[in-house]
């Protein structure tokens, strides 16, 4: 699963990343209210895990204004604030679960679990294929044909993207937001940098070539018959 962790405290942060790596998941970290709630508004997230502490916009804001703009990702809510009544009002602001600290990280990791499986009543999908083309997002392994493909973090997510859009166009504005998380163009090549050395990795040796640049407007990943 994709797990947006929204926490501003480093040490704490740098523990849940690790973890949920380490358990098979893909973390991303937001250190405000803000930051947090702008990430879960333009990314696809299975579950967030929220301190219910956070400068700039506390925890319980950011859940309630996702709500407001109608994002149903499953929200786990962390707090020291841990009697009934801090539990029942962080519910009631939106969040499906609240998790009082200190707590075990294994359980938090099954209620985590639990929320991913339980989403909406759908299925997280954790594998993308395209073609003879295949993503595993929990293991991070990548394979064409059979053949595994090592990728590096940023170029896994590169490729996390186009295949979860596959057969569409793909803009640079929607590759710098959701896998650079900038929210401008700094006038760079770093996404034609990027893409060639992808494409140099996923069509070596294996077939016709599947990741295509659309002239003028960005890339588009495809098998063509």
């Not at 929200?75 to 499906?96: E, P």
Request: hydrophobic share 40%; glycine share 8%.
């Amino acid at each position: 699963m994709r797990i947006l962790i929204i926490e501003d405290d480093r040490e704490a942060a740098a523990y849940l990343v690790k973890a949920f790596r380490e358990a098979g998941h893909v973390p991303d970290h937001a250190a405000d209210g803000n930051t947090g709630f702008h990430m879960a508004d333009t990314h696809d997230y299975d579950v967030m895990v929220v301190d219910r502490m956070l400068p700039e916009r506390d925890g319980l804001s950011v859940v309630a204004g996702l709500r407001g703009k109608g994002v149903d990702t499953p929200a786990l809510i962390l707090s020291a604030l841990g009697q009934v009544d801090d539990r029942v009002t962080g519910l009631r602001a939106g969040g499906d679960d609240y998790l009082a600290k200190p707590y075990a990280f294994a359980e938090l990791l099954a209620r985590v679990e639990v929320l991913g499986r339980r989403r909406g009543g759908r299925d997280v999908e954790t594998v993308y294929r395209v073609g003879d083309l295949e993503l595993d997002r929990l293991s991070h392994e990548v394979k064409r044909a059979g053949r595994p493909i090592v990728l590096q973090p940023r170029e896994f997510r590169l490729l996390e993207y186009l295949m979860k859009h596959a057969g569409q166009v793909v803009t640079r504005t929607m590759l710098l937001e959701n896998v650079w998380d900038y929210h401008f163009d700094p006038q760079t090549n770093v996404i034609d940098v990027h893409v060639s050395r992808l494409r140099s990795k996923i069509e070596r040796e294996a077939g016709p070539a599947i990741l295509h640049t659309v002239r003028g407007a960005g890339y588009i990943i495809r098998a063509d018959a």
